[in-house]
């Protein structure tokens, strides 16, 4: 049966992968993020690949009232969404407490935890009426460990973990299914979003092991979703081979 699926975070890495995965099976799919001309590009690929319906809506989650504005501009025909994936997300930064830059600190605040409470609220009165829904929350492996200098992303990815729960217990009257899926190390824009474009800090990051890719995430999204009514994955942490926790991470010494 065809759904409507959401995904936050769509122009890039995991949301762009879930994007995709929906859309090969026939989904209807909404794609949000702030840069326009990458939503447009995706949507004229996921309807020239997969002839799937699709629609875009540039929206920052960190500000309610766009979040709010966005979502009811949706036409009738994308209101009935029955999939959230809440993936926008980033980390800035990578400094011990003391050194850490508060600008960049609420950033992070406000995209990793208000910008998915803004969108979940905004959506969740449509699952509501539908009388179904199922929201994906991604996590990281960053809010099961607090790693070195890693202190307020891995703080708000602590937070995803716990609102997931909450929001678990506040809907599961409403016949709504929520889950986590967390990953460990991904290569995405994500590293170079954190190190601010620097490409060499960036790609050290995945250097002598294989990272996960954003399509092995969307794939997991995607199989989360596809469970009998009566079944929920609540939480699945989903790691590359090589990395065994946060920071303990295999790598193979570059050969000479
Ligand atoms: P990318 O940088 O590739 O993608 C991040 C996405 O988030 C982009 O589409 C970006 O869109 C969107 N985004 C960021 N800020 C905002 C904002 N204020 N408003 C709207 N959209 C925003 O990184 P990933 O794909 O790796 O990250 C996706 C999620 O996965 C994040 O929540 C991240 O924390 C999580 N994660 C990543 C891991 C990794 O190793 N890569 C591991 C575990 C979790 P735009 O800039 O166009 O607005
Ligand atoms: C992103 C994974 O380990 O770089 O959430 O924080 S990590």
């Given amino acids: 049966m065809n759904k ?3 995904i936050t975070g769509a122009t890039s890495g995991i949301g762009r992968s879930c994007a995709l995965r929906f859309a090969r099976d026939g989904h209807r799919i909404i794609i949000t993020g702030r840069r326009k001309d990458r939503l447009e590009s995706i949507a004229s690929n996921i309807i020239q690949k997969f002839n799937s319906k699709v629609y875009t809506l540039a929206f920052d989650v960190t500000i309610l009232s766009e979040v709010v504005n966005a979502i009811q501009t949706l036409p009738e025909e994308f209101r009935k ?3 959230l ?5 980033l980390a800035l930064g990578l400094n011990a407490i003391h050194e850490g830059e508060p600008e960049q600190w609420e950033t ?3 995209t990793n935890i ?4 803004f969108v ?3 959506v969740v009165p449509f699952m509501i009426e539908n009388g179904h829904g199922h929201i994906i929350n991604i996590g990281s492996i960053a809010g099961r460990e607090a790693y070195s200098s890693g202190n307020v992303y891995c703080a708000t990815k602590a937070a995803v973990d716990s609102l997931t729960k909450a929001m678990r217990i506040d809907l599961v009257t409403k016949n709504i299914k929520v889950s986590q899926v967390a990953p460990g190390a991904v290569e995405t824009e994500f590293s170079k979003v954190r190190f601010a474009g620097d490409e060499t800090a960036a790609s050290a990051v995945y250097q002598g092991f294989d990272p996960l890719t ?3 995430v969307a794939e997991v999204v995607h199989y989360v979703t596809t469970l009998p009514p009566h079944v929920n994955i609540n939480d699945l942490l989903i790691m590359p081979m090589a990395q065994a926790s946060a920071a303990i991470i295999n790598r193979k010494p570059k050969s000479t």
């Fill in 85 to 89: 994936v809440n993936n926008a997300g």
């Fill in 114 to 117: 208000k910008g998915l409470l």
């Fill in 4 to 6: 409507t699926v959401l």
């Fill in 108 to 110: 992070m605040i406000d």
């Fill in 81 to 83: 969404i029955d999939i």
């Fill in 120 to 122: 979940t609220h905004a």
């Fill in 214 to 216: 954003p399509d092995d």
